[in-house]
């Protein structure tokens, strides 16, 4: 597949969203509610569950699955109130040293009046500053989209994953080619120049591991399953001091 290609089956209808890795790779799952300042953004979805035996923090960037759901979670765009709740959680998990997986699937943060009068982009940089300063393992995956910085709001982590027909990108081919070239038809050619695609991004090491997706199979969850727990266990070895450390040195060298 070239890069448009791999862009459109980010999008595809059908393709297993946030909720669904919950489900199949989180066990216990309590969801948790609110930014305790605004209101409880559907957009993102977070609480606490095991993940190979472990407690762990789950936040995820959900679009929804049919017309209805996609509405009830605005499409995955989160607004202000949701990238707050996203942080409270996280702070919790802190407390409890407990690790914080995020599944990242946005095409960016919600861009209406309300969200940019309640302070969107101030949201998003403090998710991303207090995700670095976290003093406890975190892992971002990338399911489908990973756009602009409605995605690395969830992304500050200790390591970067993304499964294989997934994107990461400052913008939208769409957004890059009307800027570039006035032209939106050119979406195509943006979509190569952007490097987004997960095989660009390992070879940059903008992510640390390409995972395969194999049709999204019970097989697909239970490696995936493994592969976190195991992640999140050699993690939990390292000091906390040592984590933040090494995760500002990962993404200072860009």
Request: charge should be negative; aromatic fraction near 8%.
């Amino acid at each position: 597949m070239n890069a448009y290609d791999i862009v459109l089956k980010s999008r595809e209808k059908g393709r297993p969203t946030a909720v669904k890795y919950i489900e199949n790779i989180v066990e216990g799952f309590i969801e948790l509610h609110g930014d305790r300042r605004f209101a409880d953004d559907r957009a993102i979805v977070g609480g606490i569950g095991y993940i190979g035996g472990m407690p762990v923090t789950v936040i995820g960037i959900e679009k929804g699955d049919d017309t209805n759901d996609k509405i009830m979670h605005n499409f995955g765009c989160a607004h202000p109130e949701g990238y707050r709740k996203a942080v409270r959680l996280m702070k919790e998990a802190e407390k409890f040293r407990r690790p914080v997986l995020c599944l990242v699937d946005t095409s960016g943060a919600y861009c209406g009046i309300g969200a940019e009068e309640r302070g969107q982009s101030e949201a998003i940089a403090m998710s991303i500053l207090d995700m670095i300063r976290l003093k406890t393992p975190t892992l971002s995956l990338i399911i489908g989209e990973g756009g602009s910085g409605g995605a690395l709001g969830l992304s500050a982590a200790d390591e970067v994953w993304i499964t294989e027909t997934s994107t990461y990108s400052v913008i939208s081919p769409e957004g890059c080619a009307s800027i570039l070239w006035k032209d939106s038809s050119r979406v195509a050619d943006a979509s190569e120049c952007l490097k987004m695609t997960a095989s660009d991004l390992f070879a940059l090491s903008a992510v640390e591991r390409v995972i395969p997706e194999e049709n999204f199979s019970e097989k697909f969850y239970e490696s995936l399953k493994e592969d976190i727990a195991a992640f999140f266990k050699k993690q939990k070895k390292i000091p906390p001091e040592e984590l933040v450390e090494a995760r500002y040195r990962r993404f200072r060298k860009f």
